[in-house]
């Protein structure tokens, strides 16, 4: 029981720290969706689901540079380690802190729903991404902790764009694929399913390597 209250106070104070940054970061995705839902129909709906999904994947990469990168240029992690917290509950308020912190990409979209109900498709897909995303920032956390300097920067943010271009490129060749997209929601229970085991074993090797290290070796 301790252990989850010390879980959970780790993931308030995280949030604390950045409530204001996370706040603007809210209101302008409410008003970027509210906007894309008042284009005229020439644009089609290809603007509503892509605008959220790719802000999904590219604001996770800022979320785990505040939570793991900027931790480890400030000697955070040295401080943690002195409170009386096991790693793995230190990983875990990460992990917390990134799911909350991705259940808002989703609920953003949900205002702009009473000007265009297509939203609540778009709703659906960019809940459907935020899980998988969710997926790939615990191998992220692991990935973050083990890179040093610019490369756990350059690394993944060419990963994403160029996976972004791929996309908007195939969307443009091949006319059924945002239909496609649509359709996402009807696979989600494959993906919730897949979810929990990849976030397992990225837990388990995140807390290995990070009960491995030495604190001087978690600072940048």
């Known amino acids: 029981m301790l252990t989850i209250i010390n879980i959970f106070t780790l993931a308030v104070k995280d949030i604390r720290l950045r409530i204001f940054n996370l706040g603007l970061t809210w209101l302008a995705l409410v008003s970027a969706s509210i906007i894309l839902s008042l284009l005229p129909a020439d644009f089609g709906s290809l603007p509503l689901f892509l605008f959220p999904v790719l802000a999904v994947a590219f604001l996770s990469l800022f979320y785990l540079e505040w939570l793991i990168s900027d931790e480890k240029e400030r000697g955070t992690f040295l401080l943690l ?49 935020a899980v998988s995303v969710f997926m790939g920032c615990v191998w992220g956390i692991l990935f973050f902790l083990v890179l040093r300097g610019a490369n756990k920067y350059v690394i993944p943010f060419f990963a994403i764009l160029l996976i972004s271009l791929v996309a908007l490129v195939m969307m443009k060749k091949f006319p059924w694929l945002p239909g496609f997209l649509m359709s996402l929601p009807a696979h989600a229970p494959a993906v919730i399913l897949l979810t929990p085991f990849s976030c397992l074993l990225g837990w388990w090797l995140t807390c290995r390597y990070m009960s491995s290290r030495d604190s001087a070796e978690l600072v940048d």
Do not use: F, Y
Request: proline residues 8%; hydrophobic residues 55%.
């Open 81 to 129: 380690r002195t409170l009386p917290v096991s790693d793995r509950a230190i990983i875990s308020s990460k992990l917390i802190t990134l799911g909350l912190l991705l259940a808002v990409h989703p609920l953003a979209v949900l205002p702009s729903a009473l000007i265009n109900p297509v939203n609540l498709l778009a709703m659906a897909v960019t809940g459907l991404t």
